[in-house]
C-alpha cells in the first residue's frame, strides 16, 4: 500500500510538471515551432486567456465555457496582432523579438492601467480526492487528461484534416502552396490565431488555480521556450517527449533536493540536451526512425 | 510733519531692506516649498502593493498642505514610477537628490530595491525613509524605516500560534533573503518555545508550482504552516494548496497586510491564515475608520488600503514633526529631534514612536484572522511592540553609523 | 621584391604597414561612414561630448556616464549578433558574473594601488574566459540559430536563480557576501592613484571623461577590427557559414572567438556599472534584462557598430525621458514605439538614418 501510495505520489508529480509543460507550450510550439515567430508575447496571450476566463466565470457561466471563451478570444486577439504586425515579419524572425515585445509590454502594461493590478481569482473546482491516504487536487488531474488530449488533438488537426495539411504545406513551402491555390496569407493568419488560442487555452486551464496579475504570463514563457526549443523543429513529434523528459527531470530533482534544485535542473537539462542533440529531439527521433 | 514722516517712512525701507538682506536665505525658506521625492513601483510585478503607498503619500501631503504645511512649508512632491526594476531606482535615487535636491525621500518596495539605492543616499548624505515591512537589520543614520521588522512580528504571532495549535512548524519560504532570514527568525522563536521544525522549504521566486511542497507537508506532522511566500507566482500556493485539501492552519507575517490576498482569491483558500500587521483597512477603530474614510474621499477607487499604505502615511507626519521640532530640514538636526526618543505619532494604526538606536519604529501589532469566508477578524492585538533586535545587538545610530545590514546570522556585534 | 631593403628596414615597414592597415581599417566594408564628412561629424561629436559637461548639471552628466557604462554590452552582442550572427540572448550572465567579480574582488582587496582598475581587468578576463567557454562548449557542439539564444537565456537564468539564494552568511568569498537576492554592495567606486589622495570616482564628470575615453577607444578598435579579416570573415560566417567553411575558415574558432569578445564587452559593462552603483543583484542577469541588449542593438540597427552604439544610447536616454515624464503610460508608448521602429525601420532607426542622410548628401552634390 505504501508502495503504491509513493508511486501514485512520483506519478502525480510528474503528469503534473507534464501538464503544465505541454498545456503551456503548445500555443508557442505553434507560433514558434512551425511559424519561426519568436512570440515574446506568449505570456500575454496567456493572461488574456486567463483573464477573460476568470471574468465570463464570475458572470456564472460554467468554467468549461469560460476556458472556452478565453481560448477564442486570444485567438482573435492573435489574428489582430497577425494582420497588423507579424505579418510584416516573417522574412525577418529575429525582429520579431523586438516586436512581440513591444506587444507584451503594452499588454502588461495596459492591462494594468485598464483593470487595475490585480483581479479576484475564481477559486480551483473540484475539490480534492484521496488516494492511499494523501489527499489531490482533482482539477490538477483534470489538467493531466486536458494536456493529453490537447496533444491528440494538435495531432489530429495537423495530421489528419485539410486545414492541417494546408497549414503545414504553406508554411514549409509557400511558394509552392501559392502556386496550388492556397491563399497563404489567410494561412498564416489562421496559425497564429490559432497558436495564440492555444496559448489563451493554457491560461483559462490555469486561471482557477493562479493569482491574476497583469504579469502572470512571465510564469509561463521560459518554460514554454525551453520545451519547445528542445523539442526540435517537428513540434509534434518532439514537443511531447521533450515534456516528458523536462518533466521528469524537475518533478525528480524537486522532489529529492527542493524546488532550487528542481528549477536550475530544468535549465541545465536543456543546455546538456541541446549540446547532445544540436537539431532537438525531434531530429534524433526521426533520425533513428529513418 | 511730512518730513518727519518721509524720513521715517526711508528709514523703515531702509531698516526693512536690510532685514531683507539678512533674513534672505531663511525667508526664501519660508516660502519655498518642502520637496519630498517618491520613488515606488507603479507598474511592475509589485504595482499591486505599492500603488496604494503613493496614494498615501499624496492623501498625507493634501492634509498637510491644507493644514499650512511644514512649518508654514508647503509640501511638493516629486513622483517617479520605478516599474519594480532595481536600475530605475538608481537612476531616480540620482536623479531626486542630484536634481530635483529633495529634502527626503519616501522609497522602495523590494529589499533589493532599497539595497540599491541605499548606496547613493549614503554617498549624497541624504535622507531616506523606507516604509515597507522587511527582513530587519538595517543600521544606517540616512535610513528612517517605519516599516514592522520581524522581531515585531514573529514573537508575537509565532508562541501564539503554537499554543493555539500545536509545536510543529512547517516553514515554506521564499528562496532569498527576506524568506530566509524570516524563517531564520521563525526557527529560533520555535526552538526557544520548546516546539519542532517539522519541515522547512525554501522556494525560488517566480515558482508557481507547489504540487511536491503541499505533499511534502501533508506527509509531515505538521500542526500549523508558516507562508513566508513573496511575489504573485509564489501567491498561487493558497490555491492549490486549498484544492488539494491540506486542511492546516497558517501563519504569515506577509499576506493580508501587503498584498490583500483575501480580497483577492476566492475563499476560503486563505481560511484559518494568521498574520501579524501593524496596519489593515479591517482594523475597527476610531483612528482607522477615520483614515479610511479619508483615504476613500481622496482615492474611491482604492483596492485597498493595507499596512505600507498606513505606514506611508504615519511617516509623512512624522517627517512634519521632525522638521518642525528642529525648525529645519537639515538631517543632522533632525537626526538630533530622533534621539531625544519621543518622535512618537497617534495615527491609524494607534501610538507608533521612532527609536532612536536603530531609526525603526515600534508598532501596534494586529493578529489578524482570515475566516471561511474571508472576512477578517481580531483575535490578539499587542501594543507598543518595540524594534528591539538592532539595538540589542549593538547597533545604535546615535553613536555611529555602520550603514549596514545585519542578519541574526551576523549581527552586528561580531 | 624584398631583397632591395635590409632586414631592419623591412620589419619596420611592415611594422608601420601594419599599423597604417590598422588605421586605413577604421572605414571598410563592414562598417558604414567613411570620408572626411563622415570623420568630421565624428570628431564633432567626440569634441561636444567632450565639453558638454561644461555646461550641464552634476545629475546630467552622471546620468550621460551612466547610459555609456551599458555601451560595451551593447557592442558586444552587436559583434556576436549583427556580424558574427549568433543571436545570444545571455550577454547578461557575462555582465553579471563580471560585477559580482568586481565586487568580490575590491571587496576583499581595497583601493590601493589603483586596484579597482585591475579589479576592473580581471572581471573583464574572467567574464571573456566564461564566454570562450560558453562559446567552445556551443559552437564546437554546432549549436546554430536560436539554440544559441536558448543555451545562452538558460545560462544567464541558472545564475540569476543560482544568485538570488545566495543570502546565507555561508555564501561568502572572503570577505564579501554575495548576499542573495538583495545584492552585494559595499564595493569601492573605481579609484585612481594620485599623488595627494586617490580619486575617487563617484558618477560625475570624472567618470563621465573616463567613460567617454572608453566608449571612444572600444568604438574605433571594434571598427578596426571589423573591417580587419577578422571581422570580414564574420560577416561572411554570417551571410554563409558553409561557403566560409568550404573556404578553408575554422568557423568555430572565429564564432568563439567573437563570442568571447562579446562577453568580455558584457563584462566590461558589468564592472562599471558595479563600480558605477556600489552594487549589483541578481536580477541584472533575469529575463528582463537579458531582453534589454537585444531591444537596444535591435533598435539602433545591429548591421552596423556605429548604429548600435548610438541606438543603444537613444534607446536608454528615450526611455528613462519616458518614464520621467510619462508615468504609468510610460511602458505602453515605449512598447509602441518599439513596435513602430521594426515595421518602419526594419534595419534599425540608426542605420534608416544615415542611410538616409548619405542619399540625400549624394543628392545634393549631384
Known amino acids: 500500500m505504501a508502495l503504491f501510495q509513493t508511486a501514485f505520489a512520483m506519478l502525480y508529480q510528474f503528469g503534473d510538471a507534464f501538464a503544465f509543460l505541454v498545456i503551456s507550450c503548445a500555443g508557442l510550439a505553434v507560433i514558434f515551432g512551425m511559424m519561426g515567430v519568436i512570440n515574446l508575447a506568449h505570456g500575454e496571450f496567456i493572461m488574456c486567456g486567463a483573464y477573460v476566463t476568470a471574468t465570463v466565470a464570475r458572470e456564472g457561466l460554467p468554467l468549461v465555457v469560460a476556458i472556452i471563451a478565453g481560448a477564442v478570444v486570444a485567438g482573435l486577439v492573435g489574428m489582430v496582432i497577425e494582420r497588423l504586425v507579424i505579418r510584416h515579419l516573417y522574412h525577418r524572425p529575429l525582429d520579431s523579438i523586438i516586436a512581440t515585445w513591444g506587444i507584451s509590454l503594452i499588454a502588461t502594461q495596459g492591462v494594468l492601467i485598464v483593470l487595475g493590478s490585480t483581479m479576484a481569482g475564481i477559486g480551483t473546482p473540484l475539490g480534492a480526492v484521496t488516494i492511499g491516504g494523501d489527499s489531490y487536487s482533482a482539477y490538477r488531474l483534470v489538467l493531466m487528461v486536458a494536456a493529453i488530449a490537447l496533444l491528440a488533438a494538435l495531432y489530429l488537426l495537423f495530421y489528419r484534416t485539410r486545414f492541417g495539411v494546408v497549414a503545414r504545406a504553406t508554411i514549409q513551402k509557400p511558394d509552392m502552396a501559392r502556386a496550388l491555390g492556397v491563399d497563404t496569407g489567410r494561412m498564416y493568419g489562421l496559425t497564429f490565431g490559432l497558436g495564440a488560442a492555444l496559448a489563451g487555452l493554457a491560461g483559462g486551464l490555469y486561471a482557477p488555480t493562479m493569482t491574476m496579475v497583469p504579469t502572470m504570463g512571465a510564469t509561463f514563457i521560459v518554460e514554454s521556450f525551453v520545451t519547445v526549443v528542445v523539442g526540435g523543429a517537428d513540434i509534434f513529434v518532439g514537443a511531447a517527449p521533450a515534456a516528458a523528459i523536462l518533466a521528469l527531470i524537475r518533478a525528480t530533482l524537486t522532489a529529492w533536493y527542493g524546488q532550487l534544485f528542481g528549477q536550475i535542473g530544468l535549465l541545465v537539462a536543456v543546455i546538456v540536451v541541446i549540446r547532445i542533440l544540436p537539431g532537438g529531439l525531434s531530429a534524433w527521433l526521426k533520425r533513428g526512425s529513418r | ?414 | 621584391m624584398n631583397t632591395r631593403y635590409n632586414d631592419v628596414t623591412a620589419v619596420t615597414t611592415r611594422r608601420e604597414g601594419s599599423l597604417w592597415r590598422a588605421i586605413g581599417h577604421l572605414e571598410g566594408p563592414q562598417t558604414i561612414g567613411r570620408g572626411p564628412l563622415f570623420w568630421g561629424l565624428v570628431s564633432l561629436a567626440i569634441v561636444a561630448a567632450a565639453i558638454y559637461p561644461l555646461f550641464a548639471d552634476a545629475w546630467t552628466v552622471g546620468n550621460a556616464a551612466y547610459f555609456m557604462v551599458w555601451t560595451f554590452m551593447a557592442m558586444g552582442l552587436g559583434v556576436v549578433w549583427g556580424y558574427a550572427g549568433a543571436l545570444s540572448f545571455g550577454q547578461t550572465a557575462f555582465f553579471g558574473l563580471a560585477g559580482y567579480a568586481y565586487g568580490v574582488l575590491t571587496i576583499n582587496i581595497g583601493t590601493a594601488y589603483g586596484f579597482t582598475i585591475a579589479a576592473i581587468l580581471l572581471s573583464i578576463l574572467l567574464a571573456g574566459l566564461f564566454a570562450l567557454l560558453i562559446g567552445y562548449f556551443m559552437f564546437y557542439g554546432r549549436i546554430r540559430g536560436v539554440f544559441i539564444g536558448i543555451v545562452t537565456l538558460s545560462v544567464t537564468l541558472v545564475l540569476e536563480t543560482f544568485m538570488a539564494q545566495t543570502a546565507g552568511p555561508q555564501w561568502r568569498i572572503g570577505e564579501a557576501r554575495l548576499n542573495g537576492f538583495n545584492g552585494m554592495s559595499g564595493m569601492p567606486p573605481l579609484t585612481i592613484p594620485w599623488p595627494g589622495g586617490d580619486l575617487a570616482l563617484f558618477p560625475g564628470r570624472g567618470f563621465y571623461y573616463v567613460l567617454l575615453g572608453l566608449v571612444v577607444a572600444c568604438y574605433l578598435g571594434l571598427r578596426m577590427l571589423l573591417n580587419a579579416r577578422f571581422g570580414n570573415v564574420l560577416v561572411a560566417i554570417r551571410e554563409n557559414p558553409h561557403r566560409a567553411e568550404m573556404l578553408g575558415y575554422d568557423i568555430r574558432l572565429y564564432q568563439t572567438l567573437a563570442f568571447g569578445l562579446g562577453g568580455a564587452l558584457a563584462g566590461l559593462s558589468g564592472a562599471l556599472y558595479t563600480a558605477w552603483g556600489q552594487y549589483i543583484t541578481p536580477s541584472s542577469m533575469g529575463l528582463t534584462a537579458a531582453a534589454l541588449p537585444i531591444v537596444w542593438v535591435a533598435v539602433g540597427g545591429r548591421r552596423d557598430i556605429t548604429a548600435t552604439l548610438l541606438g543603444t544610447i537613444l534607446v536608454l536616454a528615450g526611455f528613462q525621458s519616458l518614464t520621467i515624464y510619462g508615468s504609468q503610460y510610460a511602458l505602453v508608448v515605449m512598447g509602441s514605439l518599439l513596435l513602430l521602429t521594426v515595421l518602419a525601420a526594419p534595419e534599425g532607426l540608426i542605420v534608416a538614418a544615415m542611410t538616409g542622410a548619405r542619399s540625400l548628401w549624394r543628392r545634393a552634390r549631384r
Open chain 2, 1 to 414: 510733519m511730512t518730513l518727519p514722516m518721509r524720513t521715517l517712512r526711508r528709514a523703515g525701507t531702509l531698516a526693512g531692506l536690510c532685514l531683507a538682506v539678512t533674513a534672505a536665505p531663511s525667508l526664501a525658506q519660508e516660502g519655498e516649498p518642502i520637496k519630498i521625492g517618491v520613488l515606488e513601483d507603479q507598474s511592475g510585478d509589485f504595482a499591486a502593493a505599492t500603488n496604494v503607498k503613493v496614494h498615501a503619500i499624496e492623501l498625507a501631503a493634501s492634509e498637510i498642505n491644507d493644514a499650512g504645511g511644514i512649518d508654514g512649508r508647503p509640501v511638493e512632491l516629486v513622483i517617479y514610477d520605478t516599474q519594480s526594476d532595481n536600475r530605475r531606482y538608481q537612476e531616480f535615487m540620482r536623479r531626486v537628490l542630484q536634481a530635483d535636491q529633495v529634502d527626503v525621500v519616501f522609497a522602495g518596495f523590494s529589499s533589493a530595491s532599497r539595497e540599491a539605492y541605499r548606496p547613493i543616499v549614503n554617498q549624497f548624505d541624504g535622507l531616506a525613509f523606507y516604509n515597507n515591512q522587511y527582513e530587519g537589520g538595517v543600521c544606517d543614520a540616512n535610513m528612517i524605516v517605519t516599516g514592522a521588522v520581524p522581531e515585531q512580528q514573529f514573537s508575537t504571532l509565532i508562541p501564539w500560534m503554537m499554543e493555539e495549535y500545536g509545536p510543529n512548524v512547517y516553514t515554506i519560504a521564499a528562496d532569498y533573503n527576506f524568506g530566509q532570514i524570516s524563517a531564520e527568525w521563525v526557527r529560533q522563536i520555535v526552538e526557544e518555545e520548546g516546539g519542532t521544525m517539522v519541515g522547512e522549504e525554501f522556494i525560488p521566486l517566480g515558482v508557481s508550482q507547489f504540487s511536491q511542497t503541499i505533499q511534502n507537508i501533508q506527509a509531515s506532522e505538521a500542526d500549523f504552516v508558516v507562508t513566508l511566500l513573496v511575489g504573485a507566482a509564489q501567491a498561487s500556493y493558497y490555491e492549490q494548496a486549498n484544492a488539494s485539501d491540506v486542511n492546516l492552519p497558517m501563519a504569515s507575517s506577509v499576506n493580508v497586510g501587503q498584498g490583500y490576498e483575501h480580497k483577492r482569491f476566492t475563499p476560503p483558500s486563505l481560511a484559518d491564515m494568521y498574520v501579524t500587521t501593524n496596519y489593515i483597512e479591517e482594523i475597527d477603530s476610531p483612528a482607522s475608520n477615520d483614515f479610511v474614510e479619508r483615504f476613500r474621499a481622496m482615492f474611491p477607487d482604492e483596492p485597498y488600503i493595507n499596512q505600507e499604505a498606513a505606514n506611508s502615511y504615519i511617516a509623512m507626519n512624522l517627517y512634519k514633526q521632525l522638521v518642525e521640532r528642529a525648525g529645519t530640514t537639515d538631517h543632522d538636526a533632525l537626526r538630533e529631534v530622533i534621539a531625544e526618543g519621543d518622535v512618537c505619532f497617534d495615527g491609524p494604526s494607534g501610538n507608533v514612536c521612532l527609536d532612536p538606536q536603530s531609526q525603526h519604529m515600534s508598532h501596534t501589532i494586529f493578529l489578524a484572522h482570515v475566516n471561511e469566508d474571508h472576512s477578517i477578524d481580531f483575535p490578539q492585538t499587542w501594543e507598543n511592540i518595540e524594534p528591539y533586535w538592532l539595538g540589542d545587538e549593538g547597533c545604535d545610530l546615535t553613536q555611529n553609523d555602520p550603514s549596514a545590514q545585519y542578519t541574526p546570522s551576523n549581527p552586528p556585534n561580531q
